[in-house]
């Protein structure tokens, strides 16, 4: 038996919209969604579950071995602003912020955390999404600090 890499690292990643504008109405954000899993598709990254809000985007995945959390973002951001852009699905230019969160997620919580993502819409009646970010930072023992956040 020859020795392959594998690995199964899922991987919650939330990053948001260029100042936090809210730049994605609802239309918008279900084009946007079904370009990134198509997309994660394409560069070989297993995608469960993304939800694009106005201002971020959630996405679960499983990390393959060829790619660091870095260059997954680079890609999803990247390939994702691009084509929103060049499609044109909203008045203006689109643009993400830069910065990320990436949280690792035990393979028993994964369908806990596939339900969180897909019911952001209800999450966001109750708190804001600064609350939430800062939620995430505190939960993983991350140290949060303001002024890095914008």
Request: avoid cysteine; glycine fraction near 6%.
């Amino acid at each position: 038996m020859s020795t392959h890499s594998f690995s199964r690292l899922w991987t919650h990643l939330i990053w948001e919209t260029f100042a936090r504008e809210p730049m994605l109405d609802k239309r918008a954000a279900a084009k946007a969604s079904a370009f990134l899993k198509e997309y994660s598709l394409q560069k070989g990254i297993y995608m469960k579950i993304n939800y694009f809000n106005a201002d971020h985007t959630h996405a679960l995945i499983d990390l393959p071995t060829r790619y660091s959390v870095e260059d997954v973002i680079k890609l999803f951001k990247g390939g994702s602003s691009y084509w929103i852009n060049h499609e044109r699905i909203i008045k203006g230019r689109f643009a993400w912020g830069l910065g990320y969160g990436a949280f690792s997620v035990s393979h028993s919580d994964v369908s806990r955390v596939a339900r969180y993502i897909a019911n952001q819409e209800e999450h966001h009646r109750k708190r804001s999404y600064s609350e939430e970010y800062r939620m995430f930072v505190r939960r993983y023992g991350l140290e949060w600090r303001a002024e890095e956040n914008h």
